[in-house]
């Protein structure tokens, strides 16, 4: 497509980057995919690779819009941020104080609580996808009288023994939930996993319960106050993934059967995870998802900050923790969040990457911001969950890169070359 600034600076890694989607394309058998870089806040170049479609030729571009999966809980966190600053939330409160009807929990026979900082960094103690053996056990256990699956489960649970793909059966759930409350009876009577604060388990299904924290605090359906907050921040192409809405440039998705064979994805409905895992977007809003918190971040040496909530709030999301972490590393506030030192033959210097990424039927996706110089770790140490310090942005302007990507082909991680895009970049922005 296009380069965005007209100075040559960034023809060469552009060429290179182009060079190593290609060859990634055909080795891991991508019908399309999309990118777009941003640098020192500004984007520098978007491009689509290969087919949106792949019967109808139509190709993929930087307007496509595709499902980021996981990236919605970042999406989440705008308005969770937003109703922070405004005095709002207390995220260290206990849920039920915002979203009353919610069951109280048990752990060990005793009541417990749990809080939105909690939901948001994983530790509340909620399940994360049921695999088809936990949905056999209870099935089971149900003919002897232990409480029923909801239907919607039991329906994704039978379609998936149909459909060529190895992800858990509540991917395909099929069933269309009009509000929140709805959604939450999918698993609000089911027992924790661990006790709130104890340890990390990534959850979907706890950033469900955030979107109700939201809607309650708010007083407004969720989707309608996302649209409106979304719309005001200038974004374009952020919307809920509803298989009835006409959407121009929608993707098509596939996925691959185990001789290689390219196969359109299952139809699914993803109306139930909205907040978490239910968003559509385009490499081009995922940048400004991205410049939206970074204008927040940074002062930009006026002396003030001109983005939608004050710096330290944005500080507190991606302070990072020791005890939340998974392969991907660690985890702040509805982002993956780690610092790394970067070593050359001068001297050590610290990068912090906020990322997050996002895999499901028939796509994957990435955001992810590489800040050059920057440490937002509590004076270089890592800090437990319970303890609500926070990191801090120590230079005026942003130095870096944010890389947004998009791809239609099943359960693609693409974290690392995300990651080598952004060090690219940043290569070509020292010379």
Known sequence: MMLYLPSTRFHKA?????????????????????????????????????????????KMTAD?????????????????????????????????????????????????????????????????????????????????????????????????KHVEGSLPPEFYNRTTYQNISDSLELFQNDSLINKPGSRFHYSTFGWIIVAGIVENVVGTKFTDHMANLLGQLGFHNSVPDVNSDIRANRVRYYSRQSNGNLMNSPIVDCSWKVASGGYLSTVKDLTHLANV???????????????????????????????????????????????????????????????????????????????????????????????????????????????????NIENYNLQHIAKAIASIFISYLKR
């Open 14 to 58: 552009t060429a290179l980057v182009r060079s190593l989607l290609t060859t990634l394309m055909e080795r891991k058998g991508i019908p399309g995919l999309s990118v777009a870089v941003g640098v020192d806040g500004q984007t520098v170049w978007e491009e689509g690779f290969g087919y949106a479609d792949v019967k109808n030729s139509v």
């Open 64 to 160: 496509t819009l595709v499902r980021v999966g996981s990236i919605s809980k970042m999406i989440t966190t705008l308005a969770v941020a937003k109703l922070i600053d405004e005095g709002k939330l207390d995220i260290d409160r206990p849920i039920q104080e915002y979203l009353p009807n919610f069951p109280v929990k048990k752990w060990n026979d005793q009541e417990v609580t749990f809080t939105t900082r909690q939901l948001m960094n994983h530790t509340a103690g909620f399940r994360h996808y049921l695999t088809k053996f936990d949905i056999r056990q209870r099935l089971a256990n149900s003919r002897e009288g232990s409480p029923q699956l909801p239907n919607a489960i039991i329906d994704a649970y039978e379609y998936c």
């Open 293 to 407: 918190m970074l204008r927040s971040c940074y002062y930009h040496g006026t002396g003030r900050c001109d983005g939608l909530f004050r710096p330290e709030i944005v500080h507190h999301l991606w302070t990072p923790y020791q005890d939340a972490f998974d392969e991907q590393g660690t985890y702040g506030l509805g982002c993956v969040s780690y610092k790394e030192n970067i070593v050359n033959a001068n001297n050590v210097r610290p990068n912090h990457h906020v990322l997050h990424t996002g895999r499901g039927v028939g796509f994957g996706s990435v955001i992810h911001i590489t800040l050059d110089g920057e440490d937002l770790t509590c004076d270089g140490n890592l800090i437990a969950t319970k303890i609500p310090l926070t990191g801090k942005i120590v230079n005026d302007t942003f130095n870096g890169a944010t890389v947004a990507m998009l791809a």
